[in-house]
């Protein structure tokens, strides 16, 4: 949370668009709350199986493959 935070305010590093995601064992609502309030762009309960967590991380590696933002642009 803490990194998330640093990048939440600092306006150099907001510009970058750097994907924040989370993984975790559990999630309480709270944690997701503050997650979300901090602009992160998912939160994810880890998989017990390591197939389903591959399908998890190859769902998310393609969606930003896809997704365009400002990095795309020369400076």
């Known amino acids: 949370m803490e990194l998330k935070k ?3 305010t600092d306006a150099q590093l907001q ?3 750097i994907p924040y995601l989370f993984f975790t064992t559990s999630a ?3 944690a997701v709350i503050d997650a979300y309030s901090m602009s992160v762009q998912g939160f994810f309960i880890k998989e017990t199986s390591d197939k389903e967590l591959e399908k998890t ?3 998310i590696v393609e969606y930003w493959k896809r997704c365009f933002s400002p990095n795309q642009y020369p400076l």
């Open 6 to 8: 640093k990048i939440h």
């Open 15 to 17: 510009i970058k668009c």
């Open 28 to 30: 309480s609502k709270k």
């Open 57 to 59: 991380i190859r769902t």
